[in-house]
C-alpha cells in the first residue's frame, strides 16, 4: 500500500508556474483533492485522474479526507494555489497528521503570489520584507494590526494577501492607515497585482496615499514599499544596496 | 533583433525545482548569465548554449553584461537560485535598465529559500512571515538589528538568510539575542536546512536556545517560529486557527 499524501504549492496559475516536482507529484497521484477553484486549474492536465473537491472553508475536512485516503492505501495529491506552506494546506494536514501515523507526507513547495505577483511589478521584494493576511477570519484583528505596525517600524517591504473581500470592504484602507499612523511616507511606493498569472492579470503602481482608496478585491496581492524602495522606468523595485559597494546602479 | 533579457529564479536546486516558466525561459535564451555556481546548476541541460559566469560579488557587472548583451540584439537568460527578486538580480537589473531602454525585461519568479526550505521541516511559515538576511555586507548592521526586533515585536514566523559566512561567525548568534532580548521565548521552536534541493540536504529543528549556539554555515536558511509554532510529530508547524473556527486540529 503506498499511503502516500503528497502537499502541493501550484503556483499562481495555470501549469507554466508549476515546478516539476509540484507536476511529477500530480502525476504520481491517484486522486487529486482541493478547493474546486484550484482543481480546476489542473484536472485537464490529467483527465483520467480521480478528483474530490470542497469548497473554501471546509479546509480541515478536506484535509482529514485526504489523510484518510491516503492512509486507506491510495496516493494523494492535496493542492493548494501558490505555495503548500504559505497561508496553505501544509499547516493544517501536518497539525492533523498525527491520527494517521501510516501516512508519509511530503510538501512540494510553490511560487506563492508574494513572488508570482513581485515578478510582474518589478522586484519590490528584494531586501528583507513582510508578508501579512489581512483576513481575520482565522486571525484576531489585533494581531493583524500589531504586526502591520511593527512591519512599518521595521521599514520593511510588505507584501499583503486577502486584502479585500465582500465582507472586508475597509479592511484595506484601515491596513494603510496603521502604516501611516506608524510613520510611513504617504508617498511610499506600493503596487498590486490582480489575477497573477491568469487571464486579466494587472498590475499597477500606486502610492501609499492612493492605496488607501483603491477598491481591490480577494484576486489582488498588495506591495508596500521600504523607505529606499523606487519607481524606475516603471517598475517597482526595493534597492539591496549594491551601489553602496559596487558603483552607482543607475 | 530579441533585445529580450530574462531574468530567471531557478528555484534551489537541480531541475525538479524549476517552475516550466522558468526552464522555458532558459530554452529561448542564446546565452545564459550568472553566478558560476548557478549557471552550473542548469548548463548540462542546455550544453549547447553559451554561458557567462562572474565569482561573486561582481553582480552588478553581470547586470550590465546581460543588459548589454541583450541591447545588442541577442536573448540572454540572468540566472538566480532561489527566486528572481529575492535577494536576486532581478533588482539591481531593473535599476540599471534605463541605461538600456531598448531591452524587454522579463522577470521569471523562481521558489526561494524560505518555501523550499520550508517544505522540507514542514509547514513553519504557514502564518505572517518575515524574510531577513543577515548579511551586512550590502545593509548596515543597525538597519539588520532594528527589523529583528519588529519581527520579534510583531511575533512573526522568521525566516534568515546567510546566517553565517566566514566573516561573520557570530551573527547568528547575536541575532538570536536581540530576539530572545525583544522577548521571545528561549524554547520558541525553530529549524535549519542545509543544501535545500541538492545533495546532503539535511533539516533539523532546534529550541531558539539551542539555535543560538548552532554553527551554521552559508548554504543553511533559518527558520524560526512564532509564539504559536509546533513541533508536531518531527515536522515544525505555525498554525493559521483552523482549529478556532472548525474544530480540533490535532
Redesign the interface.
Known sequence: MANKLYIV?L?PGG???????A??ALEAAEVLCGYTVYIDLVAHLFPEKETYTTPM?????RCRWALETAAGGRTVALVCSG??????M???A??????W?DVEIE??????AA??G???L????????????LSD???PWE??E??L???A????SICLYNPASHKRKDYLQKACDILLAAGKDPETVCGYVRNIGRDGEEGKMVSLAQLRGAALDMFTTVFIGSSTT?C??G?M???????????P??
Chains 1, 2 share one sequence.
Open positions: 504549492g503556483g501549469e507554466g508556474f508549476m515546478t516539476a516536482q507536476r511529477a472553508r471546509r479546509e480541515l475536512d505555495d503548500a506552506g504559505v497561508y496553505g501544509a499547516g493544517p501536518l497539525q492533523l497528521a498525527a491520527q501515523p510538501v512540494v513547495a510553490g511560487v506563492t513572488l508570482s513581485g515578478a510582474v518589478g522586484a519590490p521584494l528584494a531586501h528583507d520584507f513582510c508578508v501579512i493576511s477570519l482565522l486571525t494581531v493583524i500589531n504586526r505596525r511593527c512591519a517600524m521595521g521599514d520593511f523606487l524606475v522606468s517598475r523595485v526595493t534597492p539591496r544596496g549594491y551601489e553602496r559597494k559596487q558603483g546602479c543607475a
